[in-house]
């Protein structure tokens, strides 16, 4: 009795189309659980500057509508800064910004951003506009403090430093606002972006 024929095997998947599979698996898994490094250092201290820059200029203002305007200004050029400085930070680094771990970075930290900005025209309209300096300060620091999580450890530590001098500021006369701005945006951010630039890679 003959034996029956063995069907052929069914044609293997071409080797580099398995590797291409393969490597693009890897890098799925590492951007889910890496780190967002692209925090820019440089762009930090950018920011720190503009604020250091701002806070005379906004105390000598003679209104609460004019020193709302300087600082708001000030915020704006300091977003492109950063903007710019982590978007060239990713690409020299080949990490995607709006991808894995810097997607949930940006959704950390957007919310409590939304937050102050809805607080601040509240206690505007209020007039309590001695209590935005203290308000900006603790919801930037919890923005950065929650969306630090998914970056290196000194991203949340500079997160907590901004809710410390945030929640100092809620307690003590408005006249000192400016004062406290120019601490945290201006101060706290060149200390901290000089060493996350030196350590993570600009």
């Known amino acids: 009795m003959r034996p029956e024929p063995v069907p052929p095997p069914d044609e293997p998947i071409a080797l580099h189309h398995r590797a291409i599979s393969d490597l693009r698996y890897i890098r799925q898994t590492m951007e889910r659980a890496g780190a967002f490094t692209a925090v820019p250092g440089w762009g930090g201290v950018g920011m720190g500057v503009i604020a250091l820059a701002a806070a005379p200029l906004a105390a000598a203002q003679p209104d609460a509508e004019r020193w709302l305007a300087v600082w708001i200004g000030a915020a704006a050029v300091a977003i492109g800064v950063a903007a710019v400085t982590m978007a060239r930070k990713a690409r020299r680094a080949a990490m995607p910004l709006l991808a894995g771990p810097g997607r949930k970075f940006a959704l950390s930290f957007l919310p409590p951003i939304a937050a102050g900005a809805a607080l601040t025209l509240a206690l505007y309209s209020a007039g309590a506009v001695d209590r935005i300096p203290g ?3 603790l919801l930037y620091g919890t923005a950065v403090a929650t969306a630090g999580t998914f970056s290196v450890r000194i991203v949340p530590v500079m997160g907590l430093c901004f809710m410390v001098l945030g929640a100092a ?15 945290g945006f201006g101060l706290l951010e060149v200390g901290f972006g000089i060493a996350i630039a030196r350590r993570y890679g600009g």
């Open 135 to 137: 308000t900006w300060l």
């Open 169 to 183: 500021a809620l307690f003590t006369p408005g006249s000192w606002g400016d004062w406290w701005l120019a601490a």
